[in-house]
């Protein structure tokens, strides 16, 4: 099986990041925050090997 470069860039729109610290600091609630930073970043490193 193919092994794929993934490559992450900093294309990430402001109005995601403003969601993220609005829930994490202005709600004082930062577990869903890391849940969701956690499930994107399995996806993310899942492409490698099954980039459909």
């Known amino acids: 099986m193919s092994s794929y470069n993934v490559v992450i860039t900093e294309v990430t729109p402001l109005d995601s990041l403003d969601i993220f ?27 490698e090997e099954y980039p459909e």
């Open 21 to 47: 610290d609005y829930i994490a600091f202005e709600l004082r609630e930062p577990d869903p925050v890391n849940c969701l930073l956690s499930k994107i970043r399995s996806k993310v490193e899942s492409l």
